[in-house]
Structures are given as C-alpha cells and as structure tokens.
C-alpha cells in the first residue's frame, strides 16, 4: 500500500513539472514571436509619413513591448522555480 501511494504521488509530481516545462516552452515561442512583431512594426512606422499609420504603429509598438514584458517575466518566474 504504501509503494502506490509513494508511486502516485511521484506521478503528480512529474506531471506538474511537465506543466510547467510546457508553459516555459510556450512562453518562449511567446517571446520569439513578439520580438519579431516588435521588428516588423519598428519597420513598418520607419517606413510610413503618414501621421495616422504612425499613431497606429506607435500603439501597436506599446501594446507588443507591454506583451513581451509579460512573457519575459512569466519565463524568469518559471526558470526560477526550476532551480
């Protein structure tokens, strides 16, 4: 009884790690991403004269460093308890 009970818990604790390696490698396709999205709207208000493209591209700018900001932090959170 006990050795199933040692078992099981060892299956929870693997499948937690799992999680979290999952969230980990999903966070840092995030910040692959973003970073590329970051470079393409760089280029595209570079690229304009335009001043409502560039107001455009200014918030899109924003909205992407403030979702790169997250996806930086949940990576370091989550290399933090791999330690």
């Given at each position: 009884?006990?050795?199933?009970?040692?078992?099981?818990?060892?299956?929870?604790?693997?499948r937690a790690?799992?999680?979290?390696?999952?969230?980990?490698?999903?966070?840092?396709?995030?910040?692959?991403?973003?970073?590329?999205l970051i470079?393409?709207?760089?280029?595209?208000?570079?690229?304009?004269?335009?001043?409502?493209?560039?107001?455009?591209?200014?918030?899109?700018?924003?909205?992407?460093?403030?979702?790169?900001s997250y996806?930086?932090?949940?990576?370091?959170?989550?290399?933090?308890?791999?330690?």
């Open positions: 009884m006990l050795a199933a009970a040692r078992d099981k818990a060892f299956f929870f604790r693997r790690e799992s999680a979290r390696d999952t969230e980990l490698r999903s966070m840092k396709e995030g910040l692959a991403k973003t970073r590329v470079s393409q709207a760089y280029a595209g208000f570079n690229g304009t004269g335009d001043p409502d493209l560039i107001e455009s591209y200014v918030f899109e700018i924003n909205s992407l460093q403030a979702r790169y996806f930086l932090r949940r990576v370091k959170e989550l290399e933090r308890q791999e330690g």
